[in-house]
């Protein structure tokens, strides 16, 4: 993903619940080198003026105006290329009792600060693989 500098184009924005346009979150290049996710918001909704200066805030809950720190921006994911907007997703189901199984093995692996054994990481292992084995059959195409 390339950078796009905030002094060339400004992200589309969006009408929110509190009433101005802001855009999706997306990661912001700072002048200190520092990358953070960020959002660029209009002051109004008039659309009279599209170019209208905004301004670039953090997405942390402080919500910091880094409008004179930022130099540049890309979208905070990267987007499925090559897909037409018709083309369905693949993904995979997964139930309560899979997701207890993975939250165990994890503790197991990481929980209680005890020596982690061949033969248990052997055992955690084959039972994480037996897991995956069984999503993966669990296909569902949205």
Not at 32 to 39: L, N
Request: glycine residues 6%; hydrophobic residues 35%; proline residues 6%.
């Amino acid at each position: 993903m390339n950078w796009t500098p905030v002094s060339l184009y400004m992200p589309v924005t969006f009408e929110n619940e509190y009433g101005w346009p802001q855009s999706i979150e997306l990661m912001g290049a700072l002048r200190s080198g520092k990358q953070i996710p960020v959002r660029f918001e209009r002051q109004s909704a008039d659309e009279d003026f599209p170019h209208e200066p905004g301004r670039w805030i953090s997405c942390c809950s402080e919500r910091w105006d880094v409008t004179n720190e930022i130099t540049d921006w890309r979208p905070l994911f990267e987007q499925p290329t090559g897909r037409m907007p018709d083309e369905s997703h693949k993904g995979f189901f997964v139930d309560i009792y899979q997701m207890n199984n993975v939250a165990l093995i994890s503790k197991d692996l990481y929980g209680d600060g005890s020596v982690l054994t061949a033969d248990r990481r052997r055992d955690l292992a084959h039972r994480l693989h037996n897991l995956m084995r069984v999503i993966q059959h669990q296909e569902v195409v949205l």
